[in-house]
Structures are given as C-alpha cells and as structure tokens.
C-alpha cells in the first residue's frame, strides 16, 4: 500500500530537549516535505527537498532541521524545542512539483 | 505576503445543494493549483488539480474553475453530501521550486 509514515503520532516533551519525528515514504518519491499546521494559519511550508540531499527552507523553518539520506526518508529534528513549536506535523510526498501531495497521518507535538 | 488567499474560513451549505469554495493568488508564476481536502486527525488528501493553460477541469462531483484574469479559482461541489464535510485547502507550488503555499482552508459543513 503507498503510503507516507509518520512516528511518533503524539508526543509530549519538554522545552530544549532535542527530538526527531521521523518520516518514510514507500513510492519512490522526488520529492518530500514539512508542514506544520495551526488554528486560522492553515498549513504552513517548514522544509522542502527536492531529491536526496537537496532541501531548502519553506516559509518557517526556524527551529527546525532535515536531512535527506536517503530517497524514501525526511526526518524533521527539534534541537532545542520550544513552547511555539507546538503543534500539528506533516509530512508529505510527491512525484513532481505539480503532482498531488501524499500526506502522513500527522504528529501532534506538545512543547511544555 | 501570502500568495494564495482563502478568504472565508467556514461555508454551511445543505446536502444536495452546491458548495462554492473560493480562492484567490497574487503571483501569476503559478502553473498549477491543487485542492486538498482534510478531515479532522487525518491528513489532507488530494482533491483535484488543474493546470494554468485551462480554465475548467472536472472530476465527478468536483469541478475547478480558474480565472486567470482576476486570479482567482473556485471548487464547486454538486451535489453536496454530509461526507463532504472537511477542510478545503487551496495550494500552489511556483515554477521554480517546492516552496508550496497553501490557503488558511475553508471549513465545509454540509447539513444533511
């Protein structure tokens, strides 16, 4: 089944602790990205990469990093997370720029 | 400077009728728009695309309308059912690159 995986699903850390949300993609996708999504923001660019080890900054990538290893994964890394960083994840993956986007199920992230 | 706009927030139509969900662009370097359809604790899904060169583009029940001249598109929805209840979101990737924008959505309650 294609899909897009996401882990954890929730997670609830504390200010400064570093931590990574890891995502997999089984189609053989060009291209990957981050979201993130608030109340009256809607979804929100954080990073994107193009193939493996290109990726460039969406509109708010402050406070995140990414790498792209290897084709089928995105991790998004939190080193020093903060309060407004809480928040509704995604990751998704695409074929090509114009094609649709396969989005996770989401990671809700809890910064106290 | 958001570059895609979603200017209503919620739209309550009743089954059966038509839903209209609108969205506005400011940059005409777009090529192509597509519309994503979220429920509550999923991600969003792919709707239905449609390419800068064409000014309709239809899918079932699902029919994208784009103006390029007043830079605007439109979803309509006929006829509305209660399981099209969600989130719509209108996005747009640039020509040159990932950094895909997406509107703040349109919540769309169809009453049965």
């Known amino acids: 089944e294609a899909q897009v995986t996401q882990n954890p699903r929730y997670l609830i850390t504390v200010t400064g602790k570093k931590l990574t949300v890891t995502c997999s993609q089984n189609?053989?996708?060009?291209?990957m990205s981050w979201y993130r999504q608030d109340p009256g923001l809607g979804l929100r660019q954080i990073y994107y990469?193009?193939?493996?080890?290109?990726?460039d900054k969406g509109d708010v990538p402050e406070g995140y990093k990414v790498s792209r290893k290897e084709k089928r994964n995105f991790p998004l890394i939190l080193e020093s997370p903060s309060p407004n960083q809480t928040s509704l994840y995604f990751c998704?993956?695409?074929?090509?720029?114009?094609?649709?986007?396969?989005f996770g199920q989401g990671t809700r992230l809890t910064v106290v | 400077d958001q570059q895609v706009k979603q200017n209503s927030p919620s739209l309550r139509v009743q089954e059966g009728r038509i839903s209209i969900l609108n969205c506005d662009y400011t940059?005409?370097?777009?090529?192509?728009f597509l519309w994503y359809k979220k429920y509550p604790a999923e991600g969003p899904t792919f709707l239905i695309s449609?390419?800068?060169?064409?000014d309709k583009n239809e899918d079932g029940r699902f029919t994208v309308f784009l103006n390029k001249s007043a830079k605007h598109l439109s979803l309509h929805i006929v006829p509305s059912q209660p399981g099209d209840s969600a989130v719509y979101f209108c996005?747009?990737?640039?020509?040159?690159?990932?950094?895909?924008?997406f509107g703040k959505g349109t919540l769309l309650t169809v009453n049965p």
């Open positions: 998704a993956s695409s074929f090509g720029m114009n094609t649709e986007a396969f």
């Open positions: 189609m053989n996708h060009e291209y």
């Open positions: 990469s193009m193939n493996v080890e290109v990726t």
């Open positions: 940059n005409s370097m777009f090529d192509y």
């Open positions: 449609i390419s800068s060169i064409k």
């Open positions: 996005a747009a990737p640039p020509r040159s690159n990932y950094k895909l924008t």
